[in-house]
């Protein structure tokens, strides 16, 4: 098929989509046409935007993820492709895609080490594979990060937990649990927990 052909038929499937969203306000039938047209371009005026609204408001996960891959390979702004990546591994998160999601967090983050976003989902990802060493990386990386005491305090807080029974360091829980009591110097289930630290350093 030549281009001109493929450009006549992106345009008829985009203005298609547009009216059916837009105009109709019907996402039934905007919703395939989005789909031929991102087939022919994903990267072409708003498409990938629309449809990516349209399969998080309908909940699919996959076709999301599968989205974001095809428009990962066509971003060259180093900026947008972390963005996506990130989208792409929260979005394999909910799929129950750990491994994909993970190698999608990971691959932001060595693009850009301080995204805040890509941290806090790979250190809960981490948590919840116990996979305890890199959800120590991604929560001291976040704890330098984070401006108000609110968010430092609920990563200092895991990383207490963290260093006291998960991946036990006392010396370390110690510290977390301290800059804790930093932010909030009335929490007394920290304070409870800092002296059965200081009790087991004793043992």
């Not at 019907?26 to 789909?35: G, N």
């Not at 990563?155 to 804790?180: D, I, M, P």
Request: hydrophobic fraction near 45%.
């Amino acid at each position: 098929m030549d281009n001109a052909r493929l450009v006549k038929q992106l345009l008829a499937w985009y203005d298609a989509a547009r009216m059916w969203q837009d105009e109709a306000k019907d996402v039934e039938r905007a919703l395939p046409a989005l789909e031929q047209a991102a087939m022919l371009d994903v990267a072409y005026e708003d498409i990938f935007d629309r449809l990516a609204i349209v399969y998080k408001q309908r909940g699919q996960g996959s076709e999301l993820a599968a989205l974001l891959e095809r428009r990962i390979e066509r971003v060259t702004d180093p900026a947008q492709r972390v963005q996506m990546e990130v989208q792409r591994g929260l979005a394999l998160v909910d799929l129950g895609d750990e491994d994909g999601a993970r190698r999608s967090l990971e691959a932001a983050l060595q693009e850009q080490p301080d995204h805040i976003e890509a941290l806090r989902a790979l250190g809960d990802l981490c948590a919840k594979q116990k996979a305890w060493d890199g959800a120590e990386q991604a929560w001291v990386r976040l704890a330098r990060l984070l401006t108000t005491p609110e968010e430092q305090r609920a990563v200092y807080t895991r990383l207490g937990e963290l260093y006291s029974v998960h991946a036990v360091n006392l010396s370390r829980a110690e510290v977390a649990l301290k800059e804790v009591l930093k932010r909030a110097p009335n929490d007394g289930a920290t304070l409870e927990k800092l002296v059965e630290v200081y009790k087991r350093q004793n043992d």
